[in-house]
């Protein structure tokens, strides 16, 4: 069978090859630390629940909603962005939209499909989150990548990101707080891109923010366009219940921006998955938004205190060369290049990825995502999310590992 140059272009998750052989292996008996998990593993809050339980009572929870969503939905997640940005509450009400889409990634890909022409440049970030590159191929884009590494703990400079504009540059996505470095760029990096994007005025930001409730360390994330309100003009924010509300399974995300682009989100959306799940939508329309900040207080609790973990015994090991102080999602992203055991890995080869997360695997029985998935070579995501016990015994492992020549 012939397939489409389109998806023959699009690369395989090689983490989902790993994660085979990680059940494979645990069906043999052996004891596998899950450090490549991308959500948390827990319930949502018993009011969220109790909501969907409600509506399942409703004719309409089983019906076509409106392709962009409820409006009275929309309304309310306008509504909340503004009110915990600190932005005038009445921000959104003109000029702007809100397109809700089966998750967050749905919403980015529609975005993309708005905005992209064949040969249109995106500038990402690295470390990127996985499909942003993949996504913007299967629209006929191009990625730039601008790189950041462990040093400045991963945050790209802003003349790097000024050096990657071309004439063909359509739009950049920032991902802040971020996936996988687990970092928020801070509010000096926030207003400092705000100025550079007034210097590029076609430039439109694509800015994924579905970590931003998670958050452990002050000063909490701050985003550019609370700077410089006309910046908004020009951004689509990209939001989900799928972190906030440990809710990766319900499918439910969304989009703010300008109408025209939420519009054209629309069409593409119309016409191949129609509007969002109906029955979340109802549960949400009911839902307190405020709930999520003590639902997520021990959660952070937790990540913070394995972050920790993580720092003394990297730091007993005299591994500072690899170490950052990570402050917010559920990741760390372990540069392997600076460590003991890199030195078996010199040659030819540019990037040992993969080959070190299978050696973890199976030497170690850990599984962590190659960083290669997110644009940094020689590194690996850890999710910060397991319980302590077992996240100390595999980082106890890992030191292990990384000292090993
Ligand atoms: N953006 C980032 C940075 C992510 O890490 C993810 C999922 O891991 C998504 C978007 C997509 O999330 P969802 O489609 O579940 O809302």
Known sequence: MLLSSRVKGITDSITMK?????????????????????????????????????????????????????????????????????????????????????????????????????????ILLAPYWVSYPEMIKFWGGIPTVVKSNVFDAFVPSIDDIKKAISPRTKAIIVNSPNNPSGIHYSEAWMRDFAAFLLEFPDLIVISDEVYSEISYFDPKPSFFYQYDHTLLSRTIIIQAISKSLASTGLRLGYAIGPSAVIGAMGKIQGQTTSGPNSLIQRALLDFDFKLIDSFLMP????????????????????????????????????????????????????????????????????????????????????????EEVPFTEAIIKIVKYLKRV
């Not at 509506?55 to 929870?61: A, E, P, R, V």
């Not at 997640?77 to 990634?105: T, V, W």
């Not at 973990?309 to 990297?314: A, N």
């Not at 078996?344 to 080869?349: D, I, K, N, P, T």
Request: hydrophobic residues 35%.
């Open 299 to 386: 959660v952070k609790f937790h990540v913070r205190q394995n972050a920790a973990t993580l720092r003394e015994k990297f730091r007993e090991a005299n591994l500072g060369h690899c170490w950052y102080q990570s402050t917010s999602a559920f990741y760390f992203m372990l540069d392997f290049s600076r460590t003991p055991m890199f030195a078996r890995f010199e040659g030819e080869q540019q990037d040992f990825s993969y080959k070190i997360a299978d050696e973890l695997l199976n030497d170690e029985g850990i599984t962590v995502v190659p960083g290669s998935d997110f644009g940094i070579p020689n590194s690996a995501r850890i999710s910060l999310v397991i």
């Open 18 to 122: 790993l994660n085979e052989k990680a059940l494979n292996l645990n069906d043999e008996g052996k004891v596998i630390y899950n450090l490549s998990g991308g959500q948390l593993p827990i319930k949502p809050l018993p009011e969220f629940i109790e909501n969907i339980h409600h509506q399942l009572n409703f004719l309409k929870s089983y019906q076509y909603s409106p392709v962009l969503g409820f409006p009275a939905l929309r309304k309310k997640l306008s509504a909340h962005m503004a009110e915990q940005r600190h932005l005038p509450l009445d921000i959104f009400e003109n000029d702007y939209d809100c397109i809700i889409s089966n998750g967050s990634k749905h919403s980015i890909y529609n975005c993309l499909g708005a905005l992209l022409d064949s040969g249109d440049e995106v």
